[in-house]
Nanobody, 124 residues
Framework: QVQLVESGGGLVQAGGSLRLTCVASGRTFSTNVMGWFRQAPGKEREFVAAVNWSSGSTYYADAVKGRFTISRDYAKNTLSLQMNSLKPEDTGGYYC?????????????????WGQGTQVTVSS
């Protein structure tokens, strides 16, 4: 079992910044990839960014490249997402995800555990 707890969401004006954090606990020794997904009302959950836990290689959705930065603190089992130049279309619930297996980092079904989510609202 792996537990994921997100924090850092909130309300921000367009152009502003937020930093999300996810702390993992439990069987974290088998972490392969951790990532962020988001879901807007009435839409499917979509990939935002991911990081290979051992190598630090990062992956981003085209919609957030150049604006968002994913990072990990290996020792503290903490995942972060720095979001800059936020847009109203970035609004949604943001979910931290964890997996031990392989498979494309942008496919939600490949992840084993999910956090409860944190809400991000960007006003225009």
């Amino acid at each position: 079992q792996v537990q994921l707890v997100e924090s850092g969401g909130g309300l921000v004006q367009a152009g502003g910044s937020l930093r999300l954090t996810c702390v993992a606990s439990g069987r974290t020794f088998s972490t392969n990839v951790m990532g962020w997904f988001r879901q807007a009302p009435g839409k499917e959950r979509e990939f935002v960014a991911a990081v290979n836990w051992s190598s630090g290689s990062t992956y981003y959705a085209d919609a957030v490249k150049g604006r968002f930065t994913i990072s990990r603190d290996y020792a503290k089992n903490t995942l972060s997402l720095q979001m800059n130049s936020l847009k109203p279309e970035d609004t949604g619930g943001y979910y931290c995800a964890w997996k031990s297996g392989s498979g494309a980092a942008n496919f939600a079904y490949t992840y084993n555990y999910w956090g409860q989510g944190t809400q991000v609202t960007v006003s225009s």
